[in-house]
């Protein structure tokens, strides 16, 4: 269970979730699924040391990543700069990230290599817009999102990824994919990493549902076979809704 806080919360503000989810989760709750906060650049050396010195379980994520180590790439940040705050999740290709500042799925492909090259965990964005899925194209725009993301990424390696499957039209609007619909374009996407990488990393490769899930559809997600977490925005920032979330059993 990941959660993508987006530009929200100042250091400030994201000290005192991460400190308030801590107090909400069980030990059990850890042993069951692994707990992920990506905050923004901003904050993630504030919540960085609050999970070390609380000793929490809970996993520090980036929500972004430029593919070179260093450059003069104003306003960028490194994957080494990443991995030395104890990173270890970095969200790549995010609808936003597409859509709003014209990432291409080549761009997706070098980020995510230098992710690993790190030795950090990419999660890798894919989905479709409203109008391609009610042209039918909900298949062919992943496949293309897919290949493109995984070329070139030796097998063993994308069976250790994370990929998120995030219908745009879902993100944010209030409005999400049915617990049915999640999990036949879910496995889709699992039979298109079979394709790229073999049936060994189809099976360990995990596939998150993201948009608008809350404490109330997370059950229902869940309780689909082929849903293996979840990429959770807006209901992340609050902690007691995303620990209602983590503790969906």
Request: proline share 5%; net charge negative.
């Amino acid at each position: 269970m990941a959660g993508n806080w987006k530009m929200h919360h100042t250091h400030l503000d994201a000290i005192q979730v991460v400190q308030k989810l801590g107090y909400r989760l069980e030990p059990e709750d850890y042993d069951r699924c692994e707990v992920v906060v990506c905050p923004a650049f901003t904050a993630l050396r504030s919540v960085q040391t609050v999970i070390e010195a609380d000793r929490l379980p809970i996993v520090l994520g980036a929500q972004d990543v430029h593919w070179e180590d260093k450059g003069a790439y104003t306003g960028e940040v490194s994957p080494p700069m990443l991995a030395k705050l104890n990173v270890t999740y970095v969200i790549v290709g995010h609808s936003e990230r597409r859509e709003y500042f014209g990432e291409t799925d080549e761009s997706v492909n070098r980020k995510l290599k230098a992710v690993l090259a790190q030795r950090m965990t990419p999660i890798m964005c894919v989905g479709e817009t409203l109008e391609e899925r009610e042209a039918g194209g909900t298949a062919a725009k992943v496949s293309r999102q897919v290949h493109g993301g995984l070329d070139g990424v030796p097998p063993e390696q994308v069976g250790a990824l994370v990929i998120a499957y995030e219908p745009i039209w879902a993100i944010g609007t209030g409005r999400n994919a049915t617990p049915e619909d999640a999990n036949e374009t879910i496995g889709v996407i699992r039979s298109l990493v079979a394709g790229v990488a073999g049936e060994g990393a189809a099976t360990s490769v995990r596939i998150q549902y993201g948009g608008s899930v809350k404490p109330g559809n997370i059950a229902a997600l869940m309780a689909m076979p082929e849903i293996d977490g979840a990429l959770v925005g807006g209901a992340s920032l609050d902690a007691d809704d995303f620990a209602r979330i983590v503790r969906w059993a």
